[in-house]
T-cell receptor
Framework: GQNIDQPTEMTATEGAIVQINCTYQ??????LFWYQQHAGEAPTFLSY????GLEEKGRFSSFLSRSKGYSYLLLKELQMKDSASYLC?????????FGAGTTVTVRA | NAGVTQTPKFRILKIGQSMTLQCTQD?????MYWYRQDPGMGLKLIYY???????DKGEVPNGYNVSRSTTEDFPLRLELAAPSQTSVYFC?????????????FGPGTRLTVL
């Protein structure tokens, strides 16, 4: 089976940093994805990790530890437009299993 | 490229009615997927296809059917709609199953069954 856990909600102030954790226990693993989903919209791709370590893309970074079954998404210099749900997804073969998502609210 | 398109955007069905949710992609992607997303939940895989003529069940296939007669189209059929099928349905596609190839999502169909 697939078990992917992430916090339900997080709140942070504009300009701050927020870290969204994701832990997973899955029957197979060949990559971990983070998606951003604004309310009423489709998910859009943010980042991909398959090897241990940190991947940085502008204000967003994602980290993976395969031995711990753990990933995090780091959002720096938060902006109001970053208010959204962030979905952690693990790929096994060609299928993705998603966590329930973390709703991030950015306050002025 | 239009990417992944879905129709309709919204639909209200009565219990027992049937309908087809359309999904088309113009990126020549081999892999296509149907998900449903309930409020506050992640996406659950309903059906997927690894190429024209090949489909398989995902995590929550009951009450749904699919077909894949062309690379571009992957319609989802609901027979005998039930209130439990009230959800947002997303279609997605990806070129390959490896590397950093991500899934691209359509805009979604918001379905209510009353």
């Amino acid at each position: 089976g697939q078990n992917i856990d992430q916090p339900t909600e997080m709140t942070a102030t504009e300009g701050a940093i927020v870290q969204i954790n994701c832990t997973y226990q899955t029957s197979g693993f060949n990559g971990l994805f983070w998606y951003q989903q604004h309310a009423g919209e489709a998910p859009t791709f943010l980042s991909y990790n398959v090897l241990d370590g940190l991947e940085e893309k502008g204000r967003f970074s994602s980290f993976l530890s395969r031995s711990k079954g753990y990933s995090y998404l780091l959002l720096k210099e938060l902006q109001m437009k970053d208010s959204a749900s962030y979905l952690c997804a693990v790929r096994n073969d060609y299928k993705l299993s998603f966590g329930a998502g973390t709703t991030v609210t950015v306050r002025a | 490229n239009a990417g992944v398109t879905q129709t309709p955007k919204f639909r209200i069905l009565k219990i027992g009615q049937s309908m087809t949710l359309q999904c088309t992609q113009d990126m020549n992607h081999n892999y296509m997927y149907w998900y449903r997303q309930d409020p506050g939940m992640g996406l659950k895989l309903i059906y997927y296809s690894v190429g024209a003529g090949i489909t398989d069940k995902g995590e929550v296939p009951n009450g749904y059917n699919v077909s894949r007669s062309t690379t571009e189209d992957f319609p989802l059929r609901l027979e005998l709609a039930a209130p439990s099928q009230t959800s947002v349905y997303f279609c997605a596609s990806t070129l390959t199953s490896g590397g950093a190839d991500t899934q691209y999502f359509g805009p979604g169909t918001r379905l209510t069954v009353l």
